[in-house]
C-alpha cells in the first residue's frame, strides 16, 4: 500500500540581493564650441588694437622749427621712458595674443583641449591685461602734461607746437585704452567657460 504521506517541498532559496551599481562618474563638461570661436575672435582683435597703438605711437615724430634760437626741435616717442615702455607694453601684448590665437584654434580641432587651457588663459590674461593697463595709464599721464602743463613744477605744454605727435599720442592711448577692456572682455569669458565646466550637484551629493 503506497504511503499517502507527500514529500515536503524544499524550501525557495533566497535570490542573491543585486549587487550596488557602481556610481556613475559624470561626463566630463566640455566648452561650447562658441565660446572658444569669440575666445578667438577677441585676441584677433587684441592684435589688431595692440598693432594699432604700437604704429601710431611710433609714427607720431615731429620736428618744429623754433625761431629762438633758429633750430628744429624734433619730438619723439623715445624721448619718453613712458612712452618707451607703452611700445614695449603693447608689442608684448600683440605677441601674446598671435600665440594664444593659435593655441585657441588648435583647441578648436582638439575636443576637451580648450578645458585644460582655460586656467592658464584666465592666468595670462590678467598678466597682460596689468601691464598693458599700467602703460596706458603712464603713457597718458605723460601726454597730459603734454597738452596741459604743469605749472608747479614748471612743465611746459608742447600740444600747442606739436599738434601731429599729441594727435597721434591721444590715439594711441585711447586704442590702448580699447586693448585692455578687450583683455577684461577674455577673462569674463575664461571665467564664465571654466563655470561651464564644473558639472551640477546632484541630490544624492546633496544628501550626503
Same mark, same amino acid.
Given at each position: 500500500m503506497e504511503s499517502t504521506d507527500k514529500p515536503a517541498p524544499e524550501p525557495q532559496k533566497a535570490a542573491p540581493p543585486p549587487e550596488a551599481a557602481a556610481p556613475v562618474p559624470p561626463p566630463e563638461s566640455k %566648452?561650447?564650441?562658441?565660446?572658444?570661436?569669440?575666445?578667438?575672435?577677441?585676441?584677433?582683435i587684441l592684435f589688431a588694437a595692440a598693432v594699432t597703438a604700437v604704429v601710431v605711437m611710433v609714427t607720431g615724430n615731429q620736428t618744429k622749427h623754433v625761431p629762438v634760437p633758429r633750430v628744429a626741435v624734433p619730438e619723439k616717442f623715445n624721448y619718453s621712458p613712458a612712452f618707451i615702455y607703452f611700445v614695449a607694453a603693447l608689442s608684448v601684448a600683440g605677441l601674446y595674443s598671435i600665440v594664444t590665437t593659435v593655441i585657441s584654434i588648435l583647441?578648436?580641432?582638439k575636443p576637451g583641449c580648450s578645458t585644460k587651457l582655460l586656467p592658464h588663459f584666465v592666468i595670462f590674461d590678467v598678466l597682460i591685461l596689468g601691464i598693458v593697463a599700467a602703460a596706458t595709464g603712464a603713457a597718458g599721464a605723460v601726454a597730459y602734461i603734454g597738452l596741459k602743463g604743469n605749472s608747479h613744477f614748471g612743465w611746459?605744454?608742447? *600740444?600747442?607746437?606739436?599738434?601731429?605727435? *599729441?594727435?597721434?599720442?591721444?590715439?594711441? %592711448?585711447? %586704442?590702448?585704452?580699447?586693448?585692455?577692456?578687450?583683455? %577684461?572682455?577674455?577673462?569674463i569669458l575664461s571665467a564664465f567657460s571654466l563655470s561651464k565646466k564644473i558639472p551640477p550637484r546632484r541630490d544624492s551629493d546633496i544628501r550626503k
Open positions: %566648452v561650447p564650441d562658441r565660446f572658444v570661436v569669440a575666445d578667438v575672435v577677441l585676441r584677433v583647441a578648436l580641432f611746459a605744454k608742447i *600740444c600747442n607746437n606739436y599738434h601731429k605727435f *599729441c594727435q597721434h599720442l591721444a590715439a594711441s %592711448v585711447a %586704442v590702448s585704452l580699447f586693448a585692455a577692456i578687450v583683455l %577684461v572682455l577674455l577673462i
